[in-house]
Structure formats: C-alpha cells, structure tokens
C-alpha cells in the first residue's frame, strides 16, 4: 500500500507544479474584471504611481459593474521576462485586457493583431503631444498612449567648463543649437585642459540607448533610418547622409573626445565633464549628486542643415484585441495615461508630459535644466522608425555603431552602412 | 558499464520466460510498479524536452512569427537557405567552434592538473576541494558579473596588477580580438572544478600496486604519468571530452551577460543567436531551423567521436 501513497503523492505534486492558475474574469462580488499587465515591480516609484491610478480609477467607477486589477510583471534588463510572458500568453491566448509595450513595438504588436485601436473608443486625441501619436500610431490609427515622455541631451558640468576657459553664457539652446565642429571645438578644449575623454555618449551600452540617442544625428544630416512608409532601407540608411552623421560619431571616438570604455559615473563624480544622457539623469543628479553643478544643452546640429533633432518615445498602454470589455479597457488605458496619471508620474519619476494639459502643469514645477528637454522635445522630438522589423532594424543601427568604433578595421563607413542597410532590408521584406 | 547491465537484465529475462505464467505475471506486476514510478519523470520529461523537441522540428519548416502563433505556414527549406546566407550565423558558428577548440584543452588540462594536485595533497584538501568546485555551484550570472568587474577597463583589479608591473592594461572584453579568449579563460576557471572532481575519483581508483610496481621498475615521476596514470585514466577521460564538448557548444550565459555578443559580433555563440532571433526578432521559424541545424551538428561530433573511441579500444 505504502507504494501507491508514495505514487499518489508524487502524481499530486506535479500536478501541483504543472497546474496554472488562469485569472477568473468575474470579481467575487459580481463585478467584471479587466487586469492589466505592467513592465515593472510593484516596488518601484512607478509601479507605486500605476497602483495608485488603478485605485483611483475604481474609486471613480465604484457604481459601475466593472473592476481593474494591476498585474506586475518586472521586466530584466536585456528586455526579457515581461516580454517572454506576452508571447507565451499570446501563445496560449491568456492576454490580459490592457498591456504595456516599448514604443518601438507598436507596429509589431500592431500588424499581427495583439493589440486593437483606441480610435473608436479615445475620442481626446488633441491633447497628445505629437511624438506620443507618433509613437502609437500603426497605419494611421492609434493603438498605444504612452505614460510620459523622454528626451536627450548633453549635461555639462559648470565648473569644469568655466575652469577650461568657457564662457557659459556662449553655450547652445534649443533656439540656437551648436553644429558638430563647434562642439568637436568645445570637446577639444575640455580635453586639453583635463587631458580626458570630455564626454560619455554611452557607446559601451549595446541595446537600445545606442539607437534611441545616436539616430537624432542621422536625422538632422536629414538622413533616415527606414522610408516614411517603412519599406525601404537599403538605400535610405546607406545614404551620404548616414555617412556624414556616422563620421561625426567616428571623430568624437578617434580624437579621444569620447571613449567606447567610460570610467563608470565619471559625469556624476565630476571625472569628466560631460555626459549624453536621457532625462532620467535629472532625478539621479538631484537624489544622489546634489553637489554637481550641472547645465543641459540640446543635441549639436549638422552643419549642413543646421536642423536639431532630438529623440522621444517612452512605454504605452494599449488594449489588447482579446478583451471582452474593450470599451472599459480602452477607459483604463485612457485613464492611465491622463493629465493626472501623467503629472503624477512624472513628479514622481522625473518624466516628461505626453499632454498639451499636463504640459501646462509641469512646465511650471520644472527645473531649467527639466525645461531644455521639454522645449527641446516639443520642438524637434522624433519618434523611432515604425516597423515590425524593428528588433532587427535597431540591432543593425547598433551593430553599425559598434563597427564604426572600430575605426582601424572599418575605415569605410560606407561599406559598414551598405552591409548593415541590407540586413535591414531583407528583415523588413520577410516582416511585411 | 551500461554494456555489462544490459547484458546482465537480457539473462534475467531469458531466464524468467521458460518458467511459465506465474513468472510473467510477476514480470508484469514488476513493470507497472516500475513504470508508475517512471511515470512522472517520464512524463515531466517529454512535456519539457521531448515534445519540444519535435516542435521545433516542425517549426524549423515553418514561418512561425512568435507574435502570430496561429498564423504558422510550411515554407520547406527557406529557413535553411536563408540560414547558409547569413552572415551573422556563420560567424556564430566560427565563433562557437574557436571557442571550443580552446576551452576543451584549457579546462580539461586545468581539471586534470588540479586533480592530481589534490591527489597527492594530503593537508587541507577538502578545504581546496571545496575552493576549487565553487565556481561550479554559482550561478554562471554572477560569476558573468563578478568577471566584468575584474577585467573593467578602467577600475577593474586585474588591469590595475597589469599596469602596475608596467604592462599597459589590456582591452579583454572590449577588443574584437580578445573577447573570446577571455571568456573562454573565465569558463573554463568556472567549469574546471567539476572535471577535477571526477578525475580525482577517476586517480583514487587507480590501484597503489600497479605504481609500486612501476617503481621497483625504475620508472620516474614523469614515466609513470605518462604509461600509468594516463591509460588508466581513459574510461575518465573519455566521459569527460564528450560531456565538456557538449557543453561547451551550449556557451550562452557568459557572452550574454559579459559582451552582449560583441564587439562586431566576435563573441555571438549559436545559442545566443538562436536565442536572440527566437525571442527578440520573434523569428521563432528561422531560430527551430538553426537549432536544428547545430543540434545535427553536434550529434554528427558526438557520434564521431565515439567512433573514433570504440576503433581505439579494438
């Protein structure tokens, strides 16, 4: 007998182990359920931000036959876990009613059907910063509204510019941005007088910083990465163009301006005295850096075209074509990323507006430096290419980066960008 | 081994059949018993491994697109057409064959070296069993990152003692030309505890006599090496090549956590690109074709090699 209690247990177990739960779409208390899926852990500032909406957006709705529920689902840092949890419930077609995806991903996520359009159920959408509709725009309709807004761009550290001589008062703006020979100038000085790289570009990061902060170059070459229409890039990215801005990048690493092996925190520690970086750095600065005294400038321009170009793009909520409650998920998704969620949000996580209204609130709390992004992204914020070839698409651009800092081996850039535009190309014609 | 227990199970049952039903009932009764208890294994192990498997068999004949998971259409061999003209794969697979040219003699050379070093060390050993085997019981994660610390550019201890005896410090994972030497250098520290191990098993059972015989023969440290420990060491040896040669195809962890791949792809293992293309360009199709592909390829090693073994030992 003591063997089939042994067998017994054992078959129990793994049931136990291979069993899943599947989320029940009635609420105890009769209510209907929408659950919604975010990228990060209910302990950080922002997943505490979304929690706290989820609530509000319940409380508000309290009369009504209907409840949201927040799930955490923290992502690692290469993009996965979330991500491996959307496609194995896209598998097993046990999606949530509301998701969060990378902007970059909407025309994926678009195209093939796992999320729906907002358009018959989001009415409001005047009040969306241009870059947002951008970003979640797949074939003129609007799938995704992201939660706020990026930007980046050069923090200087003040004393180590006045210290090199450098009047601070020359410096760029948004109005009257630098061309890349008076910035390759500018790091020029820095470097003699401290005899260190001037800037971190974050070359050493090999995901989607590279592409999110390198493309505004190529953009304000008036190069491209993809065609407007997303069909072509051979013979868009391996334009002259293309060329031009790869050069700049190759000459900042050649005339050790900058270094593809940073000293870590070098900005922060006042090692060197410059920094690319997103928005984010702000907040880092104010919390564990209060004693640096630091300015932000805009993206230098082509001398060519003189036209600044910055990058934009953040996470979104989109719905989910699966949702049995659409108009409620569409709700939620419009909630989340409103006036409030959005000036809450970035109080809290120090991002920028997505909203013409919450523009109005935020611009006034913010920092200077916070304002030279907000100026630099309402005015030449650009979104990234849209395409559901994207993932190939932007380890091309980096893989061309990473090429291009290579300068001994890969002289011709030319020859880089042919390589790379084709491996584009043949991505996007087996995705359309 | 194997061999003698299979014989031994063939005898039992010739033996047991001529004897009629009661025997075979009891057979019976013996495999469901048997059988129960395989049961869940069996089953655990052909829900995550073996039905898998033969999935992505098919799907390496398929466009499957891991977003649209219902709309998979048979494309027959394109996969692999395309698989021959992509220039990131065939370096992968330079990549992964460089890698293991290398790290098989380093890690075995180092398991062996350390073994016989524990063989005769008589003070502390456990304490030196249990330093050396460390690295096997860490994750390969944080060993990854603690690596990356080491051998940082500008911070990192190692190149600090290199400068420091006036050796200009060295790019190790920022130099196309090196990455893979030195992950190759950093796993084989990692794995090398778990061969050494078995080598010391594999020397503990070699019988005292046979060297003292060796000795009154006038043989030498060296001789005795060579024509004693070596020969009886091949039942050892042999498990050991092939299961640090299988492993060794399998490298992902380090170059995905250390390189990213890079730079210029020099580190980009065929895992990582099977993993790359499945999960992050959702091309799950084309990533089945490669697993396919160089699952062949190491089955194609694996047999060779057992060949070339059993020719050896006739």
Not at chain 2, 125 to 137: G, L, R
Request: aromatic residues 12%.
């Amino acid at each position: 007998m003591k063997k089939w209690l042994v067998v017994s247990i054992s078959l129990l177990l793994m049931f136990a182990a291979v069993g899943c739960s599947k989320s029940e779409s009635v609420n105890s208390d009769g209510k209907k359920t929408i659950t919604m899926w975010v990228h990060i852990s209910d302990d950080n500032e922002e997943g505490k931000v979304y929690k706290k909406r989820v609530e509000a957006f319940n409380k508000k709705y309290s009369s009504d036959n209907i409840k949201a529920k927040i799930e955490f689902i923290p992502r690692s840092g290469n993009g996965g876990g979330y991500e491996d949890k959307v496609n194995a419930a896209l598998t097993t077609s046990t999606l949530p009613d509301v998701i969060t995806l990378d902007g970059p991903n909407t025309a994926a996520y678009a195209k093939s059907g796992v999320i729906a359009p907002l358009d018959e159920y989001v009415k409001d959408q005047e009040d969306l910063l241009p870059s947002i509709k951008q970003q979640g725009t797949y074939k003129d309709k609007l799938y995704a509204i992201g939660v706020s807004e990026s930007s980046v761009g050069i923090y200087y550290n003040k004393r180590m510019l006045q210290e090199a001589g450098v009047d601070l008062n020359t410096l760029p703006t948004v109005d009257n941005p630098w061309t890349w020979d008076q910035f390759l100038a500018l790091c020029k000085t820095l470097k003699e007088k401290y005899d260190k790289p001037a800037i971190d570009m974050q070359l050493q990061s090999k995901d989607e910083m590279l592409t999110y902060a390198l493309t505004p170059f190529v953009w304000s070459a008036d190069g491209d990465i993809i065609s407007k229409d997303g069909k072509k890039a051979d013979g868009v990215f391996n334009k002259k163009t293309t060329v031009e801005a790869m050069t700049f990048i190759q000459t900042m690493l050649k005339e050790g301006y900058t270094t593809r092996t940073p000293v870590k925190q070098a900005f922060e520690t006042e090692k060197y005295s410059m920094k690319f970086s997103g928005v984010w750095t702000v907040t880092d600065m104010k919390t564990n850096y209060p004693k640096v005294d630091y300015g932000v400038m805009p993206y230098p321009v082509s001398p060519k075209t003189k036209k600044l170009v910055s990058p934009s793009g953040s996470w979104q909520f989109a719905m989910t074509q699966t949702s049995e409650n659409k108009e409620w998920a569409a709700k939620l998704v419009d909630w989340m990323t409103n006036k409030d969620s959005n000036v809450e949000l970035s109080r809290t996580i120090g991002a920028l507006p997505v909203r013409y209204s919450s523009e109005k609130v935020m611009v006034k709390e913010f920092s200077v430096q916070m304002n030279v992004f907000l100026k630099q992204l309402k005015e030449t914020g650009h979104a990234r290419p849209v395409t559901p070839a994207y993932p190939q698409v932007t380890r091309a651009f980096q893989q061309t980066i990473d090429d291009i800092s290579f300068y001994d081996q890969n002289k011709d850039i030319q020859k880089v960008l042919d390589t790379h535009a084709k491996e584009m190309q043949s991505a996007i014609d087996k995705a359309n | 081994m194997s061999k003698i227990g299979w014989k031994e199970n063939r005898t039992v049952y010739t033996f047991l059949r001529p004897e009629g039903r009661i025997k075979n009932k009891i057979l019976w009764k013996e495999n469901v018993v048997a059988y129960t208890f395989l049961g869940p294994a069996l089953l655990l192990l052909s829900m995550f491994l073996v039905i898998p498997s033969i999935m992505s068999v098919y799907y390496a004949f398929t466009d499957y697109y891991l977003l649209t998971p219902n709309m998979r259409t048979f494309v027959g061999l394109d996969n692999f057409i395309n698989l021959f003209q992509d220039p990131i794969f065939l370096k992968s697979l330079v990549n992964t064959l460089e890698f293991v040219v290398w790290v098989i003699p380093l890690q075995i050379g180092a398991a062996l070296g350390l073994a016989l070093l524990l063989n005769k060390q008589r003070k502390a050993n456990t304490f030196f069993k249990v330093a050396y085997f460390s690295p096997v019981v860490m994750s390969l994660v944080v060993i990854s990152v603690l690596w990356l610390y080491l051998l940082n550019p500008n911070e990192g201890i190692i190149n600090n003692v290199l400068t420091y005896f006036g050796i200009s410090a060295q790019p190790f994972l920022t130099s196309p030309k090196q990455a893979i030497f030195t992950i190759v250098v950093v796993s084989a520290w990692q794995g090398a505890g778990f061969q050494m191990l078995i080598f010391l098993a594999g020397l503990q059972n070699i019988p005292g006599d046979v060297y003292e015989a060796a000795q009154l023969d006038g043989m030498n440290k060296w001789q005795r090496f060579i024509y004693i420990t070596l020969p009886l060491l091949k039942p050892t040896s042999i498990f050991i090549f092939i299961t640090t040669l299988i492993g060794a195809f399998k490298l992902l962890v380090q170059p995905m956590v250390m390189t990213q791949g890079g730079p210029v792809n020099s580190t980009m293992t065929v895992v990582y690109y099977i993993y790359q293309t499945g999960f992050t360009d959702r091309m799950v199709g084309y990533a089945s074709s490669i697993a396919l592909l160089f699952g062949t390829i190491i089955g194609l090693v694996t047999i060779t090699q057992r060949k070339l073994v059993k020719e050896d030992e006739d």
